[in-house]
């Protein structure tokens, strides 16, 4: 079992920034792929972004350019650092440990942080 625990999310103005991150505790393995997953109500839950162990990364058109994954395997820590925030990134962010290479579809994710709200004001 993994364990994840996200923090950060909070408050802010259009143009802001914010940096999420995400501690993981348990069974955890650097090989897993570390994904960011969000969603806004009444919405289904969509892909923000990936980063697999040996660090590659991809990220979903509407945060491409704003939005950055990171982890630190040594402390078992994925980050979101997210810039230039708009209203319609509001949403609760999770993040989702899965397979080595990494996914854009949250069925082919294992494990699941609670998630963090982020709200952008406008």
């Known amino acids: 079992q993994v364990q994840l625990v996200e923090s950060g999310g909070e408050l802010v103005q259009a143009g802001g920034s914010l940096r999420l991150s995400c501690a993981a505790s348990?069974?955890?393995?650097?090989?897993?792929?570390m994904g960011w997953f969000r969603q806004a109500p009444g919405k289904e839950r969509e892909f923000v972004g990936f980063v697999t162990w040996s660090r590659t990364t991809e990220y979903a058109d509407p945060v491409k350019g704003r939005f950055t994954i990171s982890r630190n395997n040594a402390k078992n820590t994925l980050y979101l650092q997210m810039n230039s925030l708009k209203p319609e990134d509001t949403a609760v962010y999770y993040c989702?440990?899965?397979?080595?290479?990494?996914?854009?579809?949250?069925?082919?994710?294992?494990?699941w942080g609670q998630g963090t709200q982020v709200t952008v004001s406008g």
């Open positions: 989702a440990a899965g397979p080595t290479s990494g996914s854009i579809y949250y069925s082919q994710y294992h494990y």
């Open positions: 348990g069974r955890t393995s650097s090989t897993y792929a």
